[in-house]
């Protein structure tokens, strides 16, 4: 929406609409999505094309469609008196039994624009694209979800903008591969939580400025482990192996989670 | 090194944790975004995945990104 303001397209309304899979491959993606963009308001094809292509290079997009984050990866003990670097060196005896992480239940994700929430100043500019609410469905044993949240950007701030949402599903997506893949048996009594430190992603408007000319604006960010106590032997290098079969970070770093696209005029 | 990169060092070794995740009793994860500067926050997420035995509290983490392109 922000895009089209600032290219002056009469852009109306907009709905996102997103099937998730299962997907099978040599990598640890391990899920894709088809995504249908529903445009509303007196478009020229043009106009579409604008509007396709800064959904495909939108801040969050770039990270499911050309792998645009570059991501550190850090282990630390928190044990006191125990510095990490020998946490590390003591860890590397033995390695914890390595699990693959179970598959993404298929599901559907769908956005809806909420209009009256876009915010303009006292001059007319626009200052607040709004607030987006999305609904969340997915295959489950017991019952079918399904859940809604908001995200998007407004001066109140009541709700979490989507770079920082995506981040947020990075940290607990990694604690859930940690959870699946390494044995319970080799965490510290104590447990462990995930950190997300981004850096250097620039403002908003250079996001925006990005998605309009179609060029990749690379997101960086430090992710820590961080052990509650003494990790057992091996603990570390498994970690580090288990990191590897997260399927957002490798979304997030290679890409290629877009198995279709459809953008139609509503 | 570069300055360029020098100063890529110096953003990433002064990066501050602004996401915290953690798991939760019962396999799920509790995600907390701190806000940036200007912007109110803190926001709180919980994050499943599908079990036989007990409803999920939440969307697994994947989807929690989708909606995040959604928005």
């Known amino acids: 929406m922000g895009v089209a303001y600032r290219g002056q397209i009469p852009l109306q309304d907009i709905r996102v609409d997103f099937q998730v899979e299962a997907v099978t491959g040599p990598d640890a993606r391990g899920f894709g999505v088809r995504k249908t963009v529903t445009l509303h308001g007196p478009l020229s094809d043009t106009q579409q094309l604008r509007l396709r292509r800064a959904a495909e290079y939108c801040p969050v997009g770039q990270l499911f469609t050309k792998g645009a984050m570059a991501l550190e990866d850090q282990v630390t003990g928190s044990a006191e008196g125990t510095a990490p670097a020998a946490v590390a060196r003591m860890s590397r005896v033995l390695q914890p039994a390595l699990h693959t992480p179970k598959s993404l239940p298929a599901g559907a994700v769908h956005g809806r624009y909420l209009a009256e929430t876009k915010e303009y100043a006292d001059n007319g500019v626009l200052q607040h694209e709004g607030e987006v609410k999305v609904y969340l469905t997915c295959e489950n044993l017991t019952r079918t979800g399904p859940w809604t949240l908001l995200a998007g950007h407004s001066s109140e701030g009541w709700v979490p903008p989507p770079v920082p949402l995506a981040y947020a599903a990075l940290a607990a997506s990694t604690v859930t591969t940690l959870q699946q893949c390494v044995s319970p048996d080799a965490w510290p009594v104590a447990g462990f939580h995930v950190e997300m430190a981004p850096y250097g992603g620039g403002s908003r408007d250079q996001a925006q400025a990005s998605a309009a000319a179609g060029t990749i604006n690379t997101r960086r960010a430090v992710r820590r482990v961080v052990l509650h106590g003494a990790p057992s032997a091996g603990l570390v290098q498994g970690i580090e192996a288990a990191l590897q079969h997260d399927p957002l970070s490798t979304s997030f770093r290679a890409g290629g989670v877009l198995l279709g696209e459809h953008i139609v005029g509503g | ?71």
């Open chain 2, 1 to 71: 090194m570069s300055e360029a990169a020098m100063q890529g060092a110096a953003d990433r070794d002064s990066a501050l944790r602004s996401i915290i995740a953690r798991p939760i009793a019962g396999g799920a994860v509790h995600t907390i975004i701190g806000p940036e500067p200007g912007q109110r926050g803190p926001w709180s997420c919980i994050t499943d995945t599908p079990r036989p035995s007990q409803d999920m509290v939440g969307p697994p983490a994947a989807y929690l990104a989708v909606a995040a392109w959604a928005a």
